[in-house]
């Protein structure tokens, strides 16, 4: 059974940084799409990064140049988000997902396991 459980979120003044991690247990196969998603109160998922098994990232145009997805596939697929120049608009719930089958990594319908979230706050 895969389960993914996100732990680095935070409180932050703007500016600040957090680093979050997504432990993957029962997941082993590394050759999928992994990512970060984001969901603010009265707004809906939106996809923040994604990592395939290539290492290619594709980022949201709001985090590009701030924010860092990477992935220790020897760490049995563990996955992480350096997140830097925090601002107001990058408080969400932040969930990491990860894809069973081949394929586009960009697309929340895609992704087949998710974990719980993790709050991070950044205030002004």
């Not at 809906?44 to 140049?65: F, H, L, M, Q």
Request: glycine share 12%; proline share 2%.
């Amino acid at each position: 059974q895969v389960q993914l459980v996100e732990s680095g979120g935070g409180s932050v003044q703007a500016g600040g940084s957090l680093r979050l991690s997504c432990a993957a247990s029962g997941y082993t196969d590394s050759r999928y799409c992994m990512g970060w998603f984001r969901q603010a109160p009265g707004k809906e998922r939106e996809g923040v990064a994604t990592i395939d098994s290539d290492g290619r990232t594709t980022y949201a145009d709001s985090v590009k140049g701030r924010f860092t997805i990477s992935r220790d596939n020897a760490a049995k697929n563990t996955l992480y988000l350096q997140m830097n120049s925090l601002n107001p608009d990058d408080t969400a719930m932040y969930y990491c997902a990860a894809k069973s089958r081949r394929g586009r990594c960009l697309g929340a319908s895609l992704y087949d396991y998710w974990g719980q979230g993790t709050q991070v706050t950044v205030s002004s």
